[in-house]
């Protein structure tokens, strides 16, 4: 970005001025002497030096010692103030350190914005600027010694008024170490680190509007998978959300110190909602895989936290991103390629509408989802339209994106139009990047804190009569400690008199200046660094797969919300900006969201069949479809075709179909009608079809034997028939001529009743046949066998004549039973189906 050049507008008027200029450049005297001795004039004893050292050399001049500023309290002082600073000083030396003292310097006003960057990068490095000791000798330290590779802690205090400076302004701050060692005899600075005291003692026309944007978002915790209960409890892939929100976590602290800063809240639902589902019970995959149940005290963690977010966001400032924060960059770059890219720029669509809804339901807001936020807020004109295309009319970019004209001496305002209805709301780059390194030390997050709020001065001062909007936009997910720096500069500069808060909706509709550049930049002019990062091409591909897999599944359901609003998110998860710089687990998380999918839609399934056989013309051929989904499923046909209609048709033609409807964890048998023209093997394709005729699922082949009955054998068969119908008939006639002679004989008897024959019993009937006065047949003796009962033949007298044998065969009884069934064979059964006909 261009800035001003030395503008006037801080100009030192009397010859006071001039009197301190001489004693910088006076006091510069020794500073030089002590750059002079590290120069070809000094060369011999640098000489000496070197040959006294080891492979590594010996650290000299201003690097000889390490000096940290580890407090520096106020950060933005008044004139009444004391200034405090301490910290340590370390000898890098393997020598030790006498008479030195601590001093703090007042260097040169600073009036341009580049400046404060080099005084930034000048490290340990003198430059002549480092100014006199302020206050003289009654505000140094004193250190008699520091011992080779040793340190000291330090504290200099010291009365703003005695920092004799001569206006509002940024000014250089040296705390230095000067001293002497067994190597550098004569007195010269042996250690600095420097930094920037902000210095307003009067208030400027016009006070700079800021804007901080204050972004909840975190990685991917979810998996695609639920249980089918009608909760559908959630499967983490881990609980490190926890380690997040817990009281220290870096989440944590976001929303406490949130809750007493006045920031934009700018918040992916896809945190809020997964932070919902662990307040809930909730299951995740253990080390080696296995769902277990997630540990009950999590759940109170969660909860603690969500209700601690409601209260922070109440009636402030919030804008949602997209559901999942999808990265917007790789659409516009890896998407756009492959076919089906506006699948992408829907899901963009439903992640946005979900995202109003989602912290809507929990946190209780109206969210503001008019922004789109890409990547480092890098943009080229394919960005631009990704971002806009789900109807976000402002797009967060970076300064370090745009390119200024000369004519912009100062730093413009945020919102500047950018073509077709879009703003491009352009957060400054130097103080959103203020904090992005390592703010674990005491040193560095003191030194980022005084060069913010040094950055953010200079701002106004470079066009006081402006009022002109600035927006921070940090880096999206901060640590603890960057979280906790962050919170302590916005404090320190809301309490002084050059700025006021203002949210981010309002800083996009500021009047935008002029002058300020509005020029997209090319593609060819993206970030390689940014473009490698992005979502290959591959991953878009395999999202369009699981989109693909999605749309023609979902429409065998009878409840497909249950299954589209959980994918859809996991979708818009695997677009997210959060799997930048980790491509292997992007791409692993792809994978579990489309293994599991093609899991639940082979969970339709068409149960394999044996060879069926057909012994006739015609026959039923059943096809059993297994529905193993915790829903039902419709819209759906089964296709059943034969491969040789000329041998075997389906219900009349080459191929039948049937609907299908089956019950959630039921099966469903559909039954076919076949006819036989010839025999021999067909083999028979099964297939599921939805509605629009798409296959789903894989075929299953079978064959069917079909076995033709030869004309000899049916007339066999008949014939048979016909016999068995005429013995049963001669049969019939027998038995009723049996029949009519007993009844015959039965009424003889009758005739020759009492009184009418010779026996001693009134009559000489058969044996067997009393009179009525007989008490029943006379019991006959074992040795006496009857008359119509010849004993065995060792019981016949010698000579008696034997009975004749006839030939004929013994009568049938009419008790015996007649065989329906034929033999049953003994012989194993086929192994093929018998078809029901």
């Known amino acids: 970005m261009a800035e001003a050049a030395d503008f006037p507008g801080m100009i030192p008027s009397p010859a006071r001025r001039w009197l301190r200029r001489t004693a910088v450049s006076l006091a510069g005297l020794p500073l030089l002497a002590g750059v002079l001795a590290q120069t070809p004039a000094g060369a011999a004893t640098q000489a000496r030096s070197d040959q006294s050292t080891t492979a590594k050399a010996e650290p000299t001049g201003s ?334 970019a970076r300064s370090d994106t ?51 709020l040094a950055q953010s001065l200079l701002i106004n001062l470079q066009a006081p009569e402006k009022q002109r909007s600035i927006v921070v936009a940090p880096q999206r997910m901060p640590t603890t400690a960057q979280v906790v720096t962050m919170a302590g500069a916005i404090r320190a500069q809301q309490g002084d008199a050059w700025s006021q808060a203002e949210n981010l909706v309002d800083a996009a509709k500021a009047q935008p200046d002029p002058d300020a550049a509005t020029k997209v930049p090319s593609a060819g002019s993206y970030p390689a660094s940014l473009r490698k990062q992005e979502m290959p091409q591959s991953g878009f591909e395999e999202i369009r797969a699981i989109q693909v897999r999605l749309d023609e599944f979902k429409v065998i359901l009878t409840n497909p919300e249950r299954v589209v609003v959980p994918f859809g998110r996991a979708v818009d998860r695997a677009m997210s900006t959060s799997w930048r710089g980790r491509p292997d687990q992007a791409h692993s998380y792809r994978q579990s969201v489309r293994e599991y999918l093609k899991l639940l839609t082979e969970q339709v399934v068409l149960i394999e069949k044996s060879e069926a056989k057909l012994s006739g013309r015609s026959a039923t051929i059943p096809v059993t479809i297994q529905n193993n989904l915790a829903q039902g499923v419709d819209n759906l046909r089964l296709r059943l075709t034969s491969t040789k209609p000329n041998r075997l048709q389906i219900e009349g033609e080459k191929f039948a179909e049937h609907e299908v409807e089956v019950a959630a964890g039921h099966a469903q048998s559909l039954k076919f009608d076949t006819s036989a023209n010839a025999s021999g093997r067909v083999l028979v394709v099964a297939q599921l079809l939805t509605e629009d005729g798409r296959k789903y699922g894989d075929p299953i082949t079978f064959s069917v034997k079909v076995t033709e009955v030869p004309p000899t054998v049916l007339a066999v068969i008949a014939g048979g028939f016909l016999l068995l119908v005429l013995a049963g008939f001669r049969m019939y006639q027998r038995r009723k001529r049996i029949a009519a002679r007993r009844a015959e004989e039965q009424n003889d008897g009758n005739e020759n009743g009492p009184g009418g024959g010779d026996g001693p019993a009134g009559g000489d009937g058969p044996a067997g046949e009393d009179g009525p006065d007989s008490g029943g047949p006379e019991p006959k003796r074992p040795d006496s066998p009857g008359p119509e009962q010849p004993g065995s033949p060792d019981e016949q007298p010698a000579g008696a004549p034997q009975p004749e044998q006839s030939s004929d065969p013994v009568p049938e009884q009419p008790s015996d039973p007649t065989p329906d069934t034929a033999t049953e064979s003994t012989d194993p059964s086929g192994t093929g189906e018998r078809v029901d006909r």
Do not use: C
């Open 63 to 396: 690097r000889t010692v390490s000096v940290s500023i580890n407090h520096f309290t106020p950060q933005v002082p008044t004139e009444s103030d004391t200034l405090t600073i301490w910290g340590k000083v370390s000898n890098n030396s393997s020598r030790a350190v006498t008479d030195a003292s601590m001093a703090l310097r007042v260097g040169q006003k600073m009036t341009t914005r580049s400046q404060i960057d080099r005084v930034a990068k000048a490290g340990a490095r003198l430059t002549g600027t480092e100014g006199v000791p302020a206050g003289g000798e009654d505000y140094q330290q004193d250190i008699k010694t520091i011992a080779p590779k040793g340190s000291v802690d330090f504290q200099l205090r010291i009365p703003v008024k005695e920092l004799d400076l001569d206006g509002e302004g940024v000014y250089q701050l040296s705390v230095t170490l000067t001293g002497r060692s067994e190597t550098q005899q004569f007195e010269q600075i042996l250690g600095i680190e420097r930094t920037f005291l902000p210095w307003h003692p009067e208030a400027p026309d016009q006070r700079t509007r800021t804007t901080y944007m204050w972004p909840l978002v975190s990685r991917t915790h979810l998996t695609a998978q639920s249980d089918a209960d009608a909760n559908q409890t959630p499967v983490f892939k881990d609980e490190d959300l926890i380690k997040e929100i817990a009281p220290g976590g870096r989440l944590e602290r976001m929303v406490a110190e949130g809750s007493t800063l006045p920031v934009t809240w700018v918040i992916d639902p896809d945190l809020v909602y997964t932070a919902a589902l662990m307040a809930e019970p909730y299951n995740v995959q253990d080390a080696e895989g296995k769902i277990v149940a997630g540990d009950k005290d999590n759940q109170k963690i969660a909860r603690s936290w969500l209700n601690s977010l409601v209260k922070a966001v109440k009636d402030e400032s919030v804008v949602a991103l997209p559901f999942g924060d999808p990265d917007l960059a790789s659409m516009a770059h890896g998407g756009a390629a492959v076919k089906g890219q506006q699948g992408s720029l829907s899901h963009l669509k439903s992640a946005t509408e979900a995202a109003a809804s989602t912290l809507s339901t929990v946190l209780h807001v109206s969210p503001n989802t008019d922004f789109a936020w890409p990547a480092e807020g890098a943009l080229d004109p394919t960005i631009v339209k990704v971002g806009t295309s789900a109807g976000a009319s402002n797009v967060i």
């Open 402 to 452: 745009f390119e200024e004209s000369r004519r912009m001496t100062y730093t413009p305002s945020a919102a500047r139009p950018i073509g077709g209805g879009t703003t491009a709301v352009v957060a400054d780059s130097r103080l959103s990047k203020a904090f992005q390194g390592d703010m674990t030390s005491a040193e560095k997050s003191t030194l980022a804190t005084q060069e913010f």
